[in-house]
Structure formats: structure tokens, C-alpha cells
Nanobody, 123 residues
Framework: QVQLVESGGGVVQPGGSLRLSCAAS????????IGWFRQAPEKEREGVSA????????YCVDSVKGRFTISRDNFKNMVYLQMNSLKPEDTAVYYC????????????????WGQGTQVTVSS
């Protein structure tokens, strides 16, 4: 059974940091790209970042470049999203997802999804 479980969300002040974690099981980890997506209220889900099985990564929105860092631990089947200098506009539910192909930022191209973790940036 495929499972993706996100953790690490919470409430943080502007300028603060959070590290999101995605734990994966039930599929052949080595073949999958893992992506982070987010969805704010009344907005479409958007790609944030993705990392391939070999460790190549991409950042899908300019607003997170230089602030967010994606990483992957292939021994633990974990992917992380380190988020620094958080802004109120980063507030959203963050999801991790898996796809058996190369890097991509389109939600419709991902096969498996977690339930999401809420990130709220507010003073």
C-alpha cells in the first residue's frame, strides 16, 4: 500500500523557518521523483519543488528560490523541504507527491499523494 505522510507544519512568524518531512512507503522508492506542492485557500494547487531519485532538484515558483531547499534521504525513504524566511504568502497546506518519471511541477502528473500538512505564517 502506497503511503506518503507529511509532517512538520505549524504556525510560525514571518521570517521564521520550518522543515517539512515526507515519509514514503509501499513503492519502489528509487524510481520516483518526489514533489512538494501547496494549496492556499481558494487557490489552485501549485508545485513548489521536486527532487528526482538521483538527487536533481527544481524549484517551481520563483518566490521560493533562495528560501526553500529540498533534499532527499534514500536510506530512510524521506524527502525534506527546509523553508526559511517564511512569508505570510507561504501560508498553505503543503503536500508531498510521487511520480515515476523525471522532474516536474504539474500536479496532474503525480501518481500518489499525501494528506498534507498546514503551514501558517502569521504574526
Amino acid at each position: 500500500q502506497v503511503q506518503l505522510v507529511e509532517s512538520g507544519g505549524g504556525v510560525v512568524q514571518p521570517g521564521g523557518s520550518l522543515r517539512l518531512s515526507c515519509a514514503a512507503s509501499g513503492f519502489t522508492w528509487d524510481y520516483y521523483t518526489i514533489g512538494w506542492f501547496r494549496q492556499a485557500p481558494e487557490k489552485e494547487r501549485e508545485g513548489v519543488s521536486a527532487i528526482s531519485s538521483s538527487g536533481d532538484s527544481t524549484y517551481c515558483v520563483d518566490s521560493v528560490k533562495g528560501r526553500f531547499t529540498i533534499s532527499r534521504d534514500n536510506f530512510k525513504n524521506m524527502v525534506y523541504l527546509q523553508m526559511n524566511s517564511l512569508k505570510p504568502e507561504d501560508t498553505a497546506v503543503y503536500y508531498c507527491a510521487a511520480r515515476r518519471r523525471s522532474l516536474g511541477c504539474l500536479a496532474q502528473e503525480y501518481d500518489f499523494w499525501g494528506q498534507g500538512t498546514q503551514v501558517t505564517v502569521s504574526s
